[in-house]
């Protein structure tokens, strides 16, 4: 079974860059059948879909936030990472790392266990 | 920008008994529906897809319908381990992604 777990500070500067790596073991990034998504959830809040990047390494972003985020992968590391940039205390929240599979479920089968970012000077 | 809109927001129920969680999509997203189990301190947990799916190792309890913008989640028998937050979200060829806002299930 597919394990995921998201790494990064926990806490930025406002006007800084987020940046946080989500480390994929039990199986290989480099599959075909996968998106890698990223989404947050504020505290007390519902979720909110950041972006996901397939293998191929093209990506999709939400509107909302496209301006300031960049998704990419490493497949050496067996590692996918967000960045966001110009960082607010809107910013504020639990960011999961998930996967989707394309074929099956298309929807968010595996998730982390999440790690809160605070945006606070 | 598909809005998923969940109700009601709190459900109080009563163990073993029937609980019925609905969720509208702002417009049609055919059966490109998830529903997801969320529990204190924890990531959220895949329960349905496709709308009426159940996902690996979810109990019977749980099932999903609809399609179009009009969805339900139905737990036949709540028990103990079901009270927590359930989202639904959609996955139609719109992006992007949105969930729901949620509906707490809470013990009566």
């Known amino acids: 079974q597919v394990q995921l777990q998201e790494s990064g500070p926990g806490l930025v500067k406002p006007s800084q860059t987020l940046s946080l790596t989500c480390t994929v073991s039990?199986?290989?990034?480099?599959?075909?059948?996968?998106?890698w998504s990223w989404i947050r959830q504020p505290a007390g809040k519902g979720l909110e879909w950041i972006g996901r990047?397939?293998?191929?390494?093209?990506?999709n972003y939400n509107p909302s936030l496209k301006s300031r985020v960049t998704i990419s992968v490493d497949t050496s590391k067996n590692q996918f990472s967000l960045k966001l940039s110009s960082v607010t205390a809107a910013d504020t929240a639990v960011y999961y790392c998930a996967i989707t599979d394309i074929v099956a479920t298309k929807s968010f089968d595996y998730w982390g266990q999440g790690t809160l970012v605070t945006v606070s000077s | 920008e598909i809005v998923m809109t969940q109700s009601p927001a709190t459900l109080s129920v009563s163990p073993g008994e029937r609980a019925t969680l609905s969720c509208r999509a702002s417009?049609?997203?055919?059966?490109?529906l998830a529903w997801y189990q969320q529990k204190p301190g924890q990531a959220p947990r895949l329960l349905i897809y496709g709308a009426s799916t159940r996902a690996t190792g979810i109990p019977a309890r749980f099932s999903g319908s609809g399609s179009g913008t009009e969805f339900t989640l139905t737990i036949s028998s709540l028990q103990s381990e079901d009270f927590a937050v359930y989202y639904c979200?959609?996955?139609?060829?719109?992006?992007?992604?949105?969930f729901g806002g949620g509906t707490k299930v809470e013990i009566k």
């Open positions: 990047i397939y293998t191929s390494g093209s990506t």
């Open positions: 979200q959609q996955y139609n060829n719109w992006l992007p992604l949105t």
């Open positions: 039990g199986g290989s990034i480099s599959s075909g059948s996968y998106y």
């Open positions: 417009q049609s997203v055919s059966s490109n």
